[in-house]
T-cell receptor
Framework: DSGVTQTPKHLITATGQRVTLRCSPR?????VYWYQQSLDQGLQFLIQ???????AKGNILERFSAQQFPDLHSELNLSSLELGDSALYFC???????????????FGPGTRLTVL | QQPVQSPQAVILREGEDAVINCSSS?????VHWYRQKHGEAPVFLMI?????EQKGHEKISASFNEKKQQSSLYLTASQLSYSGTYFC????????????FGTGTRLTIIP
């Protein structure tokens, strides 16, 4: 158990819908990272927040957005869902806000999203 | 671009050694290694920074050749628990906070 929690564990929805994925980082961690893992794309970095502020952006679609709240939990919002959005979504947390040091990430168990 | 890992898959008997390679087309500042078991989250193994310093745990080691933009993960005397998919993640320069994961290497250890 990494100490990172994600809810829900599974989510099944239809195309065109909107969903919210939630992540609670480990106690004391200020950074939250979101990743998408699909069979054809592998593990893709989406976005990072550090202490409430957006720190880095990866291959995140405009239909997707995220935020980190004062209690440091984070939410990833996915809207106008398409079949291709079906994937495993992981969040990870770390103490520091930078990857330019020994900053290991602890991954949550993931949310499996299925878009029908 | 995504770092390329080799081999894509390997099957070993318990006790044998394995080397997993990660190659990038970009200059690298750091390389991060993770292992993911089927249906589970990736788990941190090792970080290697430009300059040769590294931090990790478990009975593994790794190298980082900055000039060749490559890293290798060495698993010695493999155990059944080493099975899983290994990913390298690369950071291209200091201050760049994007971790780009490689294509993955599936390692299967058989008794």
């Amino acid at each position: 158990d990494s100490g990172v929690t994600q809810t829900p564990k599974h989510l099944i929805t239809a195309t065109g819908q909107r969903v919210t994925l939630r992540c609670s980082p480990r106690s004391g961690d200020l950074s939250v990272y979101w990743y998408q893992q699909s069979l054809d794309q592998g593990l893709q970095f989406l976005i990072q927040y550090y202490n409430g502020e957006e720190r880095a952006k990866g291959n995140i679609l405009e239909r997707f957005s995220a935020q980190q709240f004062p209690d440091l939990h984070s939410e990833l919002n996915l809207s106008s869902l398409e079949l291709g959005d079906s994937a495993l979504y992981f969040c990870a947390s770390s103490v520091a806000g930078t990857l330019s040091s020994y900053n290991e990430q602890f991954f949550g168990p993931g949310t499996r999203l299925t878009v029908l | 671009q995504q770092p390329v890992q080799s081999p894509q898959a390997v099957i070993l008997r318990e006790g044998e050694d394995a080397v997993i390679n990660c190659s990038s087309s970009k200059a690298l500042y750091s390389v991060h290694w993770y292992r993911q078991k089927h249906g589970e989250a990736p788990v941190f193994l090792m970080i290697l920074l430009k300059g040769g310093e590294q931090k990790g745990h478990e009975k593994i080691s790794a190298s980082f050749n900055e000039k060749k933009q490559q890293s290798s993960l060495y698993l010695t005397a493999s155990q059944l628990s080493y099975s899983g998919t290994y990913f390298c993640g690369t950071v291209s320069n200091f201050g760049n906070e994007k971790l780009t994961f490689g294509t993955g290497t599936r390692l299967t250890i058989i008794p």
